[in-house]
């Protein structure tokens, strides 16, 4: 009954690149939006990116903007996560969301949270 699961984590070093994958039993995945979260040691969880339905509409936080992208596979049932430059601050546990809707009270309300993949960032 898991409907989302991350995969791809890892440990590198600043400036490396990585992927983050997605896999979606969903079987609405192809009319959902996604979104990748994380949340770093210490702080919030915040929003990475988020991608509509097509994978034709994107939105990034400031922080990851020009360094990673969000992006989808709707035949595979896929959601996918490119990171290039990475640095320490990126280090966190990465979760996949579907259908991430920020609330009145400025709290992102998602329909299936995935379990998360860590990625560590050293140098």
């Known amino acids: 009954q898991v409907q989302l699961v991350e995969s791809g984590g890892g440990v590198v070093q600043t400036g490396d690149s990585l992927k983050l994958s997605c896999a979606a039993s969903r079987s609405t995945f192809s009319t959902d939006h996604m979104g990748w979260f994380r949340q770093a040691p210490g702080k919030d969880r915040e929003v990475v990116a988020i991608i509509d339905e097509s994978g034709g509409w994107t939105r990034y936080a400031d922080s990851v903007k020009g360094r990673f992208t969000i992006s989808r596979d709707n035949g595979k049932k896929m959601l996918y996560l490119q990171m290039n430059s990475l640095k320490r601050e990126d280090t966190a546990v990465y979760y996949c969301?579907?259908?991430?809707?920020?609330?009145?009270?400025?709290?992102?309300?998602?329909?299936?949270w995935g379990q998360g993949t860590l990625v560590t960032v050293s140098s």
């Open positions: 969301a579907a259908n991430p809707v920020r609330s009145s009270t400025d709290r992102f309300l998602v329909e299936v």
